[in-house]
């Protein structure tokens, strides 16, 4: 099972917990004003984790299809949309193997769901371009994706020359590779992750090569979300793409 898989599934319960949870409807206020799409439109959210923006746009009339790797998110997003009182088509699925008719309006990929998580023995090159294709493959002409990833900029910064004699940093594929400590019926237990991060400039050219135009880079920090420029320190960017 990929060690993300396992994280995710355990950690379920308690991610709404996290800081960067907390301002849901701000962002989704942004997605919309974004996408500029009415009611009913079809929405892909891929890595949709507990379904907080899913259950959010739901809410707000929009038809939505969330994709994850993890059946414990899925479960934790299945309560979300009943307590909502809303319908959610719920997929469990890894993100580079999802596969669709080009039947969504938009795609939203947000807050590390699925881009940028490396797995065990997964080439870091060749991850995050394969969840591209696939939400690209799953686009109407036209429509708009959001992606936000982990900014590289602050990773080369923090990280020291120890970081990466140690192996912990890679500096020539930007993966951080990290052990994080989850709650499981046996108790606490250990799992080593590998987490890629991205420059702007890597981020358009991914993008572009998947077939998508990009029409911004902007900093997209979860809670910190606007047109602006990508700040050095804070954790993720933001791009915003169109199928043409």
């Not at 907390?22 to 959210?45: H, R």
Request: net charge negative; glycine share 8%.
């Amino acid at each position: 099972m990929n060690n993300w898989q396992t994280f995710f599934d355990h950690h379920a319960p308690q991610y709404m917990d996290n800081i960067f949870t907390k301002n849901t409807l701000a962002e989704v206020d942004f997605i919309l004003a974004e996408l500029n799409l009415p009611p009913g439109s079809a929405i892909l959210d891929m890595g949709c984790g507990t379904g907080r923006h899913s259950v959010e746009l739901a809410r707000r009339g929009y038809r939505m299809t969330g994709v994850d790797l993890s059946a414990g998110m899925l479960a934790q997003a299945r309560k979300a949309a009943q307590a909502a009182g809303v319908q959610l088509e719920l997929v469990q699925s890894d993100a580079r193997a999802y596969a669709s008719e080009p039947r969504f309006d938009a795609a939203i990929c947000l807050c590390e769901g699925a881009f940028g998580l490396v797995g065990t023995g997964e080439d870091p090159e060749a991850h995050d371009p394969a969840i591209l294709q696939c939400i690209y493959a799953a686009l109407k002409p036209g429509a708009l994706f959001i992606l936000t990833a982990l900014n590289g900029l602050r990773a080369i910064r923090e990280c020291t020359p120890a970081d990466v004699a140690s192996g912990k940093f890679d500096p020539l594929t930007l993966v951080e590779t990290y052990e994080m400590e989850v709650e499981t019926p046996e108790g606490l237990k250990s799992v080593v992750v590998r987490e890629k991060k991205f420059l702007p400039q890597d981020l358009k050219r991914l993008c572009q090569q998947a077939g998508f135009r990009v029409l911004h880079l902007w900093g997209g920090s979860a809670g910190n979300w606007g047109r602006r420029t990508v700040e050095l320190d804070e954790m993720e960017v933001m791009v915003v793409a169109r199928k043409p």
